[in-house]
């Protein structure tokens, strides 16, 4: 049973159950009719017709099947309308952690909609653990990461770098710039992201590759709660070089640097390894790479 039979048994119905005048109307031959209404009535194991006297009447099961054809028909043309231009005025979902989310999301969406007016970007920004969940259970089509990546379902490809920075109130007793030893530096009050966040995890792994231990005074998903707290003298905050830009131009705050510890990172487009890119996901991604950290034009 295939939509072309629910089709020809509506154009009967619809055709005062004349068969000759269904076919005429669905530019058929009458006995291709006929075999797709018996074809029909044999897959559903009843008759839909009674023939009486050279007429056709609909039976109970065939004005039950009548109402189930209009409704499956309705839904079935309401969907060809629908994805028929899906890649062109479709829906394209992506993910952005909270750095790429704050910083360059925006610049990105704004773009790819001079390009493609018609799509429907959705964003969920929130950490790069939460991302990754959503990207196994297929409820996004890519996302934008500051970390690498941890299920081997999903693939990750660089499209640009960033660092970490340290940032102290402009008040606090250091230079700009200054270099601080390790003890001096495991001493500090520290500022974090939460964990699961790339930023929290690149942290975490360089702390651990030197060999120092921190206990953070502050653990949250907002970078400028942190900056704030940084500029009251309450520690150091450990931030994205981007997110920090500003505050730096106006003298609020100065950087840090570990002896020995680089904070360098890469961004990365990540999807599921057996998702299929549409082309506009695919053109959104090239924006992505093309644009970088620049902002939008």
Known sequence: MTIRHIRIFLAVCENGNNLTRAAKALYMAQPAVSLAISEL???????????????????????????????????????????????????????????????????????????????????????????????????????????????????????????????????????????????EFAAQRFLLREPGSGTRELFDSAMEAAGITVTPAWEAMSTTALINAAIQGLGLAVVSRRLAEGYLARGQVKTLRLAGVDFRRSFRVVYHKDKFLTPAARDFIQLCRTMGGKPPP
């Open 41 to 183: 009535e044999e897959h559903y194991g009843t008759r839909l017709f009674e023939r009486l006297s050279r007429r056709l009447y609909l039976t109970e099961a065939g004005l039950r099947m009548r109402e189930y054809a209009s409704h499956v028909v309705s839904l079935f043309d309401e969907m060809e309308q629908s994805l028929g231009g899906w890649d062109v005025s479709g829906v394209l979902h992506v993910g952005a952690s909270i750095t790429i989310g704050s910083q360059l999301m925006p610049g990105y969406v704004s773009a790819f909609r001079e390009l493609r007016p018609e799509m429907d970007v959705r964003v969920t920004i929130g950490t790069s653990e939460q991302l990754e969940r959503r990207l196994l259970y297929n409820q996004m089509d890519f996302a934008l990461l500051e970390r690498s990546i941890h299920s081997p379902s999903l693939v990750g490809e660089r499209y640009m770098e960033d660092s970490l920075t340290v940032l102290c109130g402009a008040g606090a007793p250091f230079r700009e710039g200054q270099v601080l030893g390790p003890e």
